[in-house]
């Protein structure tokens, strides 16, 4: 709603307005995007009007949902969900993104699936064979492989370790 406060107090007529995203109809004057920025940023928002910054930012998104909102990731390879999704070729989107972060989309979704590693093992309601499962492991060693390689823990030693921090209440 801060997005659409914005475009009105501007006066600018809009269409969608999405999460990451809005369509402007009709023409907006550098005085209003610079006032549109200001009062965005603000907000803690950023106005990205480069087509290629908002593409990364689509990218990460659906990575993001794919990896923690779903309740399971998609059987397809990822490089086809993320071109499904985008409509749009993935070598390209992989050499858009890989040029503009320094990283891969493969890396990205490594590093995204061993936070939802990390956090499925706190809520210590799956096992490691579930969690593997469920993140389209192909194996709980590889799981672990991974894991040891991005955190330099094994996911049991890093369990032990953040049980070890929290403190029940009663012993308290």
């Known amino acids: 709603m801060i997005v659409k406060a914005a475009l009105d107090k501007l006066g600018l007529v809009y269409g969608m307005v999405d999460l990451g995203e809005v369509e402007?109809?009709?023409?907006i004057n550098p005085p209003q995007i610079k006032k549109l920025k200001q009062m965005l940023l603000a907000a803690g928002l950023?106005?990205?009007d480069d087509k290629k910054s908002i593409l990364i930012?689509?990218?990460?998104n659906v990575i993001v949902e794919m990896?923690?909102?779903?309740?399971?990731?998609p059987k397809a390879?990822?490089?086809a969900y993320i071109s499904d999704k985008l409509q749009l070729d993935y070598t390209y989107l992989s050499n858009i993104f890989s040029?503009?972060?320094?990283?891969?989309?493969?890396?990205?979704i490594i590093s995204h699936k061993?936070?939802?590693v990390k956090e499925l093992l706190l809520y210590n309601e799956l096992n490691l064979t579930e969690i593997s499962y469920r993140?389209?492991?192909?194996?709980?060693?590889h799981l672990s492989t991974q894991f040891k390689k991005v955190t330099g823990l094994t996911p049991s030693y890093f369990k032990k370790l953040k049980q070890k921090k929290r403190t029940p209440l009663e012993d308290v």
């Open 77 to 79: 390879k990822n490089s």
């Open 67 to 73: 990896v923690h909102y779903a309740d399971a990731l």
């Open 24 to 27: 402007i109809k009709g023409a």
């Open 46 to 48: 950023e106005l990205m």
């Open 99 to 108: 040029e503009a972060t320094g990283i891969t989309i493969e890396h990205f």
């Open 114 to 116: 061993i936070e939802k």
């Open 57 to 60: 930012e689509k990218i990460k």
């Open 135 to 141: 993140l389209n492991y192909s194996s709980v060693a």
